[in-house]
Structures are given as C-alpha cells and as structure tokens.
C-alpha cells in the first residue's frame, strides 16, 4: 500500500502544468535579467558620456573666460572668433547635459544649493558670452567682460559640483538596478533548483519505476504471469554459472500438462488457457522461492531446482504432481481432471546451456507420457533402463541356440 502511494503521489498532469508555468515564469525572469543588464550598460555607458561632458562644459567656462580676458587685454579678432566658437560649443553642450543631471540629480547638491538655481546659473553664464560675443564693442561690455571672468570661477565650480553629485546619483542608481538583478539571478537559480529537485527528480522516479514495470512485464509470461521463455533461460544461466562454480547439484523439472488439446477440444481455449494459469499458480505456490519457474510454451512447464539432486528432485516432482492431480477445476458447472506429466534430469558435465538440460527433461516428460501420463520419470531412470536393456541384448546375443 505504501508503494502505491508513493507511485500515486507523482500527479503527471498537474506536475506538467507546475512544469509549464514555472519554466514560462523562468523564461520571463531571463528575460527580465537580460533587461536589467541592458539598462545598466545603457546607464553606466549614459553615467560616462555625461560625466565626461560635464567636464568638458567646466573646461569650456575656463576657455572662455580665458578668452574674454586676451581679448580685453589685445582687442585681436581672432580670440573674438574662438570666443564665439567656444561660446556656442558650450550652449550645444549645456542643451545635452542639463536634462540628463536633472533626470538623475535630486533636488539638492551636496552642498545644500538647488540645482535649479545652479542651473539657472549656468544658463545665465552663458547667455551673457554669448551676448557678449555678439557686441563685443557695445557700451558696457568691459563690465560685462569682467563679470564674465569674476562669475567662470564660480561656473566651474559648479560644474565640479554637478558632475560629482551626478556621478555619485547614477552609481546609486546602476548600484539598486545590479542588487534588483542579482535577486531575479537568485529566483532563477532557485527556480532551477526547483525544478530539478521538485519535479525532475520525481518524474525521473516515475520514469524509473515505469520502466522497471515494463522491464518486469517483458520478463513475464503474458498468460501465466510467470518467466517466459527468454527470462528463464537467461536466469537459468545464470544458475548453471553458480553450478560450474560452486559444484553445486542442479536439476531441471519439464512439466507438460496432460491432454490440454482434449480440454481446448472440448470446453474451449479460454478453459485451455484457465488451466495453464491454475497449473502455474499451483506451481509458484507449491516450489521453493529459490526455484526458477516458467513457461517454455503451449502447456509446458519448466522449473530449475538449485543444490537439488535427480534423487531428491523426483520426490519434489511427485509432490508436485499429486498437487495438481488435486487441484479443483471446473468448466461449466463439471469438474475436469487435470494431470500433468513430470520428466527430472541433473545437470551434468555434459550439459552446457539450460537448454541442454532442458532437453533431457523433456526426453524424461515423453517417457512418462509413453508410459501412460500422469507420472514423475527421471532422466537417470531412463539411463539406467537403456542400459539394462543393453546388457539383456547383449546376453542374448551371447546365449547359444
């Protein structure tokens, strides 16, 4: 009953069903993983764009003001002209970075200041080159200068500031996004772990026992339920290897169910084939657990006795007979008498294969149904009458007339 349950206990559909939805959830989860290690590149590739541009804009307030300041001290145009290269350079520049530190910066820099305010510093810088640039001999414009060069300082720093706090946000960032990717990394690995454990192995179970049942159904006689004939040879030499090792006395029963055509004639094959499995329940019930049993074919038997002689093998023969003799059977309300005829041979050194001892069984079984059926007769027996009867030709050769 315990083995049936733990047979019953694998449910194939509903590990089936577990199966596919885990697997769709763990197809879903690479998935996600693999759209987690995008974003990270994307924001670790986006973190080193910015930063590197951020850079670049505190290095173009420090060009410009440097440019300011020749161009008030020499008036050449050529400065001018860098000025308003390197002015709209900035403008480009700034357009690109601001929206990615706001996406990323909080609402204040480590400092305490908003950067909306430094923002709006950097802006104002910027507009003035330019306007500057674009009169640079307006009224006015060496105060503009000047203030230019005095606030390039503070721009700098500010971008400083800016690029620190952005780089700092976006590690944070890409930090949260690789510990959400190592958890999905671990409910996959857990799921896999699952998988293999809760379902694979018991369905691998399943599949073991399943085919341990179809091994165990073709080593069997489909009608009798015991060995049939490739199984008992197979088992059998197996014995006859014991028998070669060990010295060990061998003995083969050839079983032969008495006028079985008569009885398929007469009541039918089903009564035919209702006989065979009563003699071969008869016989597993009534032999040894040691003993090897079964079916060679039609309505004979053949059973291995091992560490058995010819002696005692025809007294287990004889018990055997009288056991199916009294065996109750009846087709249609009538009682029909079922008998068998028993042939016993040894192995010897002269039998090499199970077949070969079986043989000699059989040899013994036709002289027990020459002899009228229903009987137990030894292949020794069959010897020692061949050769009595070759001594009495002899002897009679010899007698004169």
């Known amino acids: 009953m315990a083995e049936k349950q733990g047979r019953d206990s694998f449910q194939e559909k509903s590990a089936s069903r577990t199966y596919n939805v885990l697997t769709l959830l763990l197809v879903l989860l690479v998935f996600g993983a693999a759209g987690l290690h995008y974003m990270i590149n994307v924001k670790q590739k986006t973190l080193t764009q910015t ?8 290095m173009l307030t420090q060009r410009i003001a440097l440019l300011v300041a020749l161009y008030q001290s020499t008036g050449e145009g050529r400065q001018m002209e860098d000025l308003k290269s390197t002015a709209s350079a900035a403008i480009v520049n ?18 305490g200041s908003s950067v909306q305010d430094a923002m709006a510093t950097v802006r104002g810088f910027v507009s003035k080159t330019m306007s500057y640039a674009a009169s640079p001999h307006a009224e006015g414009t060496k105060g503009t200068a000047q203030a230019i060069i005095t606030q390039s300082r503070d721009v700098a720093s500010l971008w400083d500031a800016l690029t620190t706090d952005f780089i700092a946000a976006a590690q944070k960032q890409i930090d ?8 999905v990394c671990a409910l996959i690995l857990g799921l896999l772990v699952y998988q293999a454990v809760a379902l694979v192995n018991p369905a691998m179970a399943c599949i073991t026992r399943q085919r341990s049942d179809l091994d165990r159904v073709a080593a069997l006689d489909s009608l009798s339920g015991i060995y049939n004939r490739a199984m008992l040879f197979k088992v059998a030499g197996m014995l006859i290897s014991t028998y070669k090792r060990q010295k060990q006395p061998l003995t083969a029963l050839a079983i032969d169910i008495d006028f079985l055509k008569k009885i398929n004639d007469t009541h039918g094959r089903a009564a035919g084939d209702a006989v065979i499995k009563k003699v071969a329940a008869t016989l597993s019930e009534t032999m040894r657990t040691s003993d090897v049993i079964g079916r060679v074919g039609g309505g004979e038997f053949c059973v291995f006795l091992p560490s058995i002689d010819d002696r005692r093998a025809s007294l287990v023969a004889e018990k055997l007979r009288a056991a199916i003799e009294a065996m109750p059977f009846s087709v249609k309300y009538s009682m029909v008498l079922v008998c068998v005829s028993i042939g016993v041979a040894e192995m010897t050194e002269y039998h090499k294969t199970p077949d070969d001892i079986l043989r000699a069984a059989e040899e013994s079984m036709r002289r027990a149904k020459e002899n009228g059926r229903n009987m137990v007769f030894s292949f020794a027996a069959v010897n020692e009458a061949l050769a009595k009867g070759a001594v009495a030709a002899a002897a009679a050769q010899d007698t004169p007339v």
Request: aromatic share 0%; proline share 6%; no cysteine.
């Open 176 to 183: 949260n996004l690789m510990k959400v990717s190592l958890g």
């Open 51 to 58: 930063a590197a541009s951020a850079q670049a804009q505190s």
């Open 94 to 111: 700034h357009d690109t970075v601001e929206p990615e530190l706001l996406s990323v910066l909080p609402s204040e820099l480590s400092d």
